[in-house]
């Protein structure tokens, strides 16, 4: 990344967040900066970012977290866009099992367009979002699965998550947050 110093210096992390349509993506990001969540499905075109600040022991973080779309047709970024990410947040439905599917290309499209320098150990986060429907009944993906696949990758991180509920969002930024700077 960029404008990363030493401990008393700001730190800016750019934060690549990917996955589905409709998985949360964007809810995620409204939970964790604006504490809010709504039902309403506006698909996400393009690309944008907030940022929050946290503190991490003495360093005051910024977290630049882009939300990018879901959608096929609405994806036109490019490497540029990719090139200088600190971490990818890998998002998927735990009802959807075609969102958990996806996520091998996810994966490997973040890995060719990113192309950061050590491939191997650039730090991704998979959360499985929406764990409060249908009170777990309409899981589509176990979480032992989910843990399977991150170890395949590699020992990603994996955190079970809702936007709605506001469960683990806080947790996963902060994790985020923390394997970013581990990498540096
Ligand atoms: P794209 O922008 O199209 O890529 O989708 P997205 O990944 O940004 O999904 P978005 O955050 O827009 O959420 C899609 C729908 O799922 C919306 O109706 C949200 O209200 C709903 N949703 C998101 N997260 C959760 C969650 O944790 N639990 C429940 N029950 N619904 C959620
Ligand atoms: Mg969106």
Same mark, same amino acid.
């Given at each position: 990344g960029y404008s990363k110093g030493t401990s008393r210096r700001r730190t800016l992390l750019k934060v690549i967040v990917l996955g589905d &349509?409709? $998985? /949360?993506?964007?809810?995620?990001? =409204?939970q964790y900066v604006y504490k809010k969540f709504s039902?309403?499905?506006k698909t996400t075109i393009g690309a944008d970012f907030v940022t929050r600040e946290l503190q991490i022991g003495d360093k005051l973080v910024t977290l630049q977290i882009w939300d990018t779309a879901g959608q096929e047709r609405f994806q036109s970024l490019g490497a540029a866009f990719y090139? /200088?990410?600190?971490?990818?947040?890998?998002?998927?439905?735990v009802n959807v099992l075609k969102s958990f599917? &996806?996520? =091998? =290309?996810?994966?490997?499209? #973040?890995l060719k367009q990113a192309d950061p320098a050590n491939p191997h150990t650039f730090p991704f986060i998979l959360l499985g979002n929406? $764990?409060? $429907?249908d009170g777990g009944h309409s899981r589509a993906v176990t979480e032992k699965r989910a843990r399977e696949w991150c170890n395949l990758k590699g020992s990603i991180p994996y955190l079970? &998550? &809702?936007?709605?509920?506001?469960?683990? $969002?806080?947790?996963? #930024?902060?994790?985020v947050a923390q394997a970013a700077l581990e990498s540096d």
């Open positions: &349509s409709g $998985v /949360g993506k964007t809810s995620l990001m =409204n039902h309403q499905y090139r /200088g990410a600190d971490c990818c947040v890998l998002v998927y439905d599917e &996806s996520l =091998n =290309n996810w994966h490997l499209e #973040f929406k $764990v409060d $429907v079970e &998550s &809702s936007a709605k509920e506001d469960i683990n $969002v806080d947790e996963a #930024f902060l994790w």
